[in-house]
């Protein structure tokens, strides 16, 4: 029994420590509530965030780490209950919690959904804001470290599939089911073109910013011919299509009115073989344009609020 109250009162003495505060306090607490309630409680406020900032591959979260470190914005290793976060901080004392899922894409037990969800509810942020590396779709336009910002998300895998009159499967065009198309936060987008009008990327001057339609879904593609064939099925109104990605259709699934969001990714590729026979480089080079630019857009002191 000594043993146990030692160990009690020492996880007492560690809580008022955290908190900065008298021990007798944080022993009242313990005595009202429990000492694994006021645990949780300490631990969800130290990881309490405004914005959730979501990487999904070890090069995507070292871009994010190095350029914070460059911006002398901090990176602060906190342990949650349901996963592990980084924090920074901005100019505005906007609190940051970067995460790492643990596989890309959206579904499964690893990914973007479950993910998302968990740290949503753990963080209490209200913004999500994706960060890494996508697929571009026009090479005449746009060039590896490119960055995207998503003005639109469509979910290219919910569409309506028919047999036509020879009985040959085919995917209706532009038929997507109700829900496919989901509009990204007018405060972000404000917020990255404003930042757009005056950066330049430290690595690569000659990049350029896309804003535009991003598409969404389970496949990785490495096929010129079925990533126009996405791009033809989206409606032609409004901005064009500038790429796509695999992790934003589970992080819209869990966002809803009150939780805003948007997607900055560099072009790693163009979705063909070709593109692609040096992924792992030109990863690495989009993953650090899009994590330099999405961490200059955050540290912005003076922005217009939006819906």
Same mark, same amino acid.
């Given at each position: ?37 006021v645990e949780r409680t ?89 960060v890494g590396t996508a ?29 036509? %009159?020879? @009985?040959?499967?085919? =995917?209706? /065009?532009?038929?997507? !089911?109700?829900?496919? $198309?989901?509009?990204?936060s007018e405060h972000w ?51 064009? %299509?500038? @790429?796509?990605?695999? =992790?934003? /259709?589970?992080?819209? !699934?869990?966002?809803? $009115? ?50």
């Open positions: 029994m000594a043993t146990k109250n030692g160990r009690l009162l020492k996880r007492v003495k560690g809580l008022a420590k955290k908190q900065g505060r008298p021990y007798e306090d944080a022993l009242n607490d313990v005595l009202e509530w429990g000492i694994d309630a300490v631990s969800q406020a130290k990881i309490a965030a405004d914005v959730l900032l979501v990487t999904a591959t070890q090069s995507e979260f070292d871009a994010v780490e190095k350029h914070a470190k460059l911006l002398n914005l901090g990176f602060e290793k906190v342990q949650g209950q349901e996963a592990t976060y980084f924090r920074i901080t901005t100019s505005e004392n906007q609190m940051i919690a970067v995460l790492k899922l643990k596989s890309m894409g959206s579904y499964g037990n690893n990914g973007s959904v479950l993910a998302c969800q968990r740290a949503s509810l753990e963080t209490g942020a209200k913004s999500f804001v994706l697929f571009g779709c026009d090479e005449s336009r746009q060039q590896e470290g490119d960055i995207l910002v998503s003005t639109e998300l469509h979910l290219y895998d919910l569409i309506d599939v028919v047999d036509d %009159v020879n @009985g040959i499967p085919y =995917e209706v /065009a532009s038929d997507y !089911a109700k829900g496919a $198309k989901h509009k990204a987008i404000t917020r990255c073109r404003e930042a757009a009008t005056s950066w330049k990327s430290p690595a690569v001057p000659s990049t350029k910013i896309h804003f535009g339609k991003l598409l969404s879904g389970g496949a990785r593609i490495a096929s010129k011919t079925f990533r126009d064939g996405l791009i033809k099925r989206i409606p032609l109104t409004g901005e064009p %299509v500038i @790429g796509g990605e695999m =992790e934003a /259709a589970g992080v819209v !699934a869990v966002c809803d $009115k009150k939780i805003r969001w948007i997607v900055i990714k560099g072009v790693s590729d163009f979705a063909t073989l070709e593109s692609r026979t040096e992924i792992e480089t030109s990863r690495k080079t989009a993953a650090d344009q899009a994590a330099r630019f999405a961490l200059e857009m955050l540290n912005l002191k003076t922005v217009s609020d939006h819906g």
